[in-house]
């Protein structure tokens, strides 16, 4: 056993771990913070997906040990203390960049990454970015449209079916 201590969303946290302990488990069991979502287990869907000291990580990777000392962003993070959605939750809600939503915390963390990074990104940068978490419900279509809006950008319309 191994005692860490980490700041996740602003809070500092102490805890006794396990050398093996993953972050997902650890964000979900000891800290319940379980919006962090476990999909795969093999880091192919994304759905685990936090920022560890800014960095974006597929959560399911990293042992808890390796966040000693590290700053964690998790989905949980994201809103306002008040629960105020941020700019890019609230895109997401306006167009429906979701549907069963196990997906969405993953591509939430993996957008704010990088609207970080590249804070106006073209609708092919934005696909390329989300190749690493998977969603099986949505098509990604509103997914990229609510980043983009997010970033301020002009919108594609929907295509008519």
């Known amino acids: 056993m191994t005692e860490v201590t ?51 990580v597929k959560a399911c990777t990293m042992f808890a040990i390796e966040a000693d000392g590290a700053e964690i962003a ?12 941020s700019a890019l939750q609230a895109a997401f809600q306006e167009f429906h960049g979701l549907q069963c939503g196990f997906c969405t915390p993953g591509m939430v963390m993996a957008a704010a990454a990088l609207l ?11 696909r390329h970015h989300l190749e690493g978490n998977i969603c099986r419900c949505t098509g990604y279509h509103n997914i990229v449209r ?16």
Not at 20 to 48: I, K, P, Y
Not at 116 to 126: C, F, G, L, M, S
């Open 74 to 85: 998790t989905i949980e993070g994201q809103a306002a203390p008040d629960g105020t959605l």
């Open 116 to 126: 970080r990074d590249n804070p106006t990104p073209t609708e092919a940068e934005v």
């Open 146 to 161: 609510a980043i983009l809006a997010a970033s301020g950008q002009q919108v594609p319309a929907v295509a008519a079916e």
């Open 6 to 56: 980490m700041v996740v969303n602003g809070k500092t946290v102490t805890r006794t771990v396990r050398g093996n302990t993953l972050m997902t488990e650890f964000l979900r069991e000891d800290l319940r913070l379980t919006g962090t979502h476990v999909g795969c287990d093999t880091s192919q869907c994304g759905a685990c997906t936090i920022h560890v000291d800014g960095k974006q």
